[in-house]
């Protein structure tokens, strides 16, 4: 059975330091999808990246890093010298390959960066 | 601007009644979807459409109903058979042709707020 785990409930952070979401999968399948998503208190899902199982290099954007890691089945998110802009629920979710793009989604994680 | 559109943002129900949330995508994607997003659970999917007039249960369809006469709309209703319905809905969609490539990217709406009262 497919299962995405974020075990950080809530972090909270100081603005400027870096700080780490942590994804753990689970998954069946060979061919598999994962992304994190941004939800700030607005409400919509914001996309931020898709990466694909057979594509394990890690990937920057500005402050936000990723690290995927096929043998500890995780993908990790790391934001660099956080605002308080970070501030949002951030969710980590996995698709399996084929026709329906179904989502799972992690629990997400509540991140509170403070001034 | 394409994008998804989910309408009414914020809405009330009265016990036993049936309401009906409106999600519409300018973006020619084939599949939509409807997500439950409760506190502490993560999203949660209710139905999904890969194309017109086809529709398929998710893993809390009970107390819901979808229809899917045109390629942009995908309304959910949420009938009084479902006895917890104060939640966040969200609604999606992703274009069909991308399947076979690299993955496809979910984009999602605004979201819709569901109380009962």
């Known amino acids: 059975a497919q299962k995405v785990t974020q075990a950080q409930t809530e972090i909270s952070v100081v603005e400027k330091e870096d700080v780490t979401l942590d994804c753990v999968y689970e998954?069946?399948?060979?061919?598999?999808?994962l992304f994190w998503y941004k939800q700030p208190p607005s409400g919509e899902l914001v996309f931020l990246i898709r990466?694909?199982?057979?594509?394990?290099q890690n990937e920057i954007s500005g402050r936000y890093s990723w690290n995927f890691q096929k043998s500890t089945s995780s993908f990790n998110f790391t934001i660099t010298a956080s605002q308080v802009v970070d501030s949002a629920v951030y969710f980590c979710a996995l698709s399996e390959y084929g026709a329906t793009n179904k989502l799972i989604f992690g629990t997400g994680t509540l991140l509170a960066v403070q001034p | 601007d394409g994008g998804i559109t989910q309408s009414p943002k914020y809405l009330f129900r009265k016990e036993g009644q049936n309401v009906t949330l409106s999600c519409e995508q300018n973006l020619n994607h084939d599949a939509m979807y409807w997500y439950r997003q409760d506190p502490g659970q993560g999203l949660r999917l209710i139905y999904y459409?890969?194309?017109?007039?086809?529709?398929q249960k998710g893993d809390i369809a009970e107390g819901y109903s979808v229809s899917r006469e045109k390629k942009e709309s995908f309304p959910l209703t949420v009938t009084s058979a479902q006895k917890n319905p104060t939640a966040f809905y969200l609604c999606?969609?992703?274009?069909?042709?991308?399947?076979?490539?690299?993955?496809?990217?979910?984009?999602f709406g605004e979201g819709s707020w569901l109380t009962v009262v």
């Open positions: 990466r694909n199982s057979f594509d394990e």
């Open positions: 459409s890969q194309i017109v007039n086809d529709f």
């Open positions: 998954t069946r399948d060979t061919t598999y999808y």
């Open positions: 999606a969609s992703v274009a069909w042709d991308r399947i076979l490539t690299s993955g496809n990217t979910i984009y």
